[in-house]
């Protein structure tokens, strides 16, 4: 009877104690506003950038910034993109109607579509 009181107290304070691996929130952010003005991209926004782990304006940075890096990029013929920018990792898949990209460091992630 002891033991079995005593895994239960065990279960229960490290379901208090640990978080779970959903815990992190995703937020919503506004998105990057025209960020090609003058180019063949001009009025193409990063739209629907989600953060986890980050605060919208780490994420629209990196959004921002590694996006700007992979347009830079030959596309490769398996329409996927893999490279480092500032120590995030990112992966952007061209297939889609829209090109969706994620950059991830550790359990911080950012996720936007241009």
Sequence with gaps: MRLIVSVGLVAAV???????????TTRACAPVVNPYPNTR????????????GV???????????????ALAMTPTLSGIRRFTWNGW????????????????????RVRWRF
Excluded: E, Q
């Design 41 to 52: 991209y001009a009025g193409v926004n990063l739209s629907h950038i989600r953060a986890t």
């Design 89 to 108: 990792r990112v992966t952007g898949d061209l297939k889609p109607a829209s090109d969706v990209y994620v950059a991830t460091r550790g359990t911080k």
């Design 14 to 24: 490290l379901s208090v104690v640990a978080p779970s691996a959903g815990a992190a």
């Design 55 to 69: 605060s919208c304006a780490t994420a629209r940075s990196v959004a921002r910034g590694a996006h700007r890096r």
